[in-house]
């Protein structure tokens, strides 16, 4: 027997194996185990899985990378509106919220309500001003003691300032017998009706901003007036009225007033914010922070100003979506005339001034804590500042209400108010027949008020 040896390699063991053989009808006959090389079939899974793996990985990483290059130049865009937004505010970060110069506004504001409230003691001596000269005063050593500590944290102190000024306001204005004027006994509105009247605009329904009602008056004429605007919905100065309600519902009789010669003039109308007051159109002047009144029997304009006052976007009714123009809104109860804007000053909150339509001039105001933006439209009822927000298309509600006779807020009301269409332009009161009327993107709509 001749005994041949075989070098094997075994891939497993990592070895070459050496077996004997015989040689058998002229060929090598020998006996190998060939389970060392067997293929590594477990392996060979787990690297394929393992693979397959990279893969969905890689393609899900790719996606990533498309839609990343997609979205790096809208997130790059709203990184630089941001920072533009915020430069202005640059100052912060070296020289705090407050200086010592805001620290001399409060002093200045200070001062002049010092006046105010030693002009309504003097006027009207009542336990009421003895009491805010003696806050006035403490809030007066408060502000000696920041000079002195060189701390300039001033916003428990404006906050104070601005709860001292309305409740000064309200001594100077409110007459002892208000309350008990007609429906103003009650003070706050309970409810209000579904729409009394649903009529489309005499000018259609492409006018989707203006203003409507009833002259505000009691001693006046019985009349109806519609105000559109144009000129992208910004400015108007046409002012259509009919002389009793029976011609208004049938469109007749009407008669045409123009407040200035075209609607980029100084004298025209910018904003839906218009009210008609004893024959008087009161409204925001074209492009100013002013009041116009046009008188529709002598022709005549007067202006007055509102140095403060947001205007041309900077301040209109939002909440759900802005209502370009509204920046500054008029309104008229038994009270008498009320204009409603918001200032840098007073944070974009709500602001109310009361006018004194004889002399027109601004004779009181009171600042909210209501953000301006935050809500779709307001109204003035009894000396009470009414505030809507959107619910859905179909409906607003009366979320909010500031007394004048008492400087208090109250954002805890829910009275529903129909519509027929998502924006409102103007939404006022009338004192005459306790009224709400809304132009309501084209449609002129009135709700009863109750008590």
Known sequence: MILLVLLLTATQAGHAQRVQGEEKDGSCVCDVNSAIWAFPTAKYEAVSDLLEGCKASLQQLQTQVVMNNKELPKMQATLQNMTARLQRFKYLDTKGLYNALHLRQVSDELQGLHQIISQADKDRPTAETQKLRTELQKIQKDVEDMYKDNTFNLEAVKEKLRYLNNRVQTCRTIPADFTSKGSCSHRIMRNISSPLITKLSPFGKSYISGAWGRDTSAGSEEKYWVQPLVNSQRSGNQFRYYPSFEDFMAGRNHRDEYAASSYTQSEAIQGPG????????????????????????????????LPEAGVNNKFPYCYYDCREWTDIDLAADSDGLWVMYATDGNYGNMVLSRVNRAGFNVTQTWKTRLFKRSVTNAFMVCGVLYAT??????KEEVFYAFDTATGLEDNTLSLPLEKVSAGISNLHYNPTDMKLYMYNDGYLLSFQAFF
């Open 274 to 305: 218009t009210i008609l007051y004893n024959g008087v159109v009161y409204y925001q002047c074209y492009n100013t922070a002013e009041l116009c009144s046009y008188n529709l029997k002598t022709k005549k304009n007067e202006r007055l100003k």
């Open 389 to 394: 927000r959107y619910v859905d298309q179909y």
